[in-house]
């Protein structure tokens, strides 16, 4: 079992910056691909950005130039820089582990991901 906890969400205006944190409780290094997904209410849970174990990144189109995923292997911890921060961005956000061999994203798909942080909320006001 993975426990993943976050931290570092908050209140910004439009154009502020967050930096989110997810601590696992587990080794993540070539065995999970760790990602941050978010959801606004009323909407469905959207992939926000993906980082395999060898660093490789994806993001969703609307955050692209805007937020930076990395992570810390020594530390299994997973960061989201969030900057150029716009209402549409509010949302609860989650932190996410997927298994698979190598730690590589080998799907978008949120219901194949194993497991998921309880959320921190970014309220975006304009």
């Known amino acids: 079992q993975v426990q993943l906890v976050e931290s570092g969400g908050g209140s910004v205006q439009a154009g502020g910056s967050l930096r989110l944190s997810c601590q696992a409780s587990?080794?993540?290094?070539?065995?999970?691909?760790m990602g941050w997904w978010r959801q606004a209410p009323g909407k469905e849970r959207q992939g926000v950005a993906f980082?395999?174990?060898?660093?490789?990144?994806s993001y969703t189109d609307s955050v692209k130039g805007r937020f930076t995923i990395s992570r810390d292997n020594a530390k299994n911890t997973v960061f989201l820089q969030m900057n150029g921060l716009e209402p549409g961005d509010t949302a609860m956000y989650y932190c996410?582990?997927?298994?698979?061999?190598?730690?590589?994203?080998?799907?978008?798909?949120?219901?194949?991901?194993?497991?998921w942080g309880q959320g921190t909320q970014v309220a975006v006001s304009s």
């Open positions: 980082i395999d174990s060898d660093g490789r990144r």
């Open positions: 587990v080794n993540t290094y070539n065995t999970y691909c």
């Open positions: 996410a582990a997927l298994r698979s061999d190598g730690g590589y994203c080998t799907s978008n798909n949120n219901g194949d991901w194993h497991y």
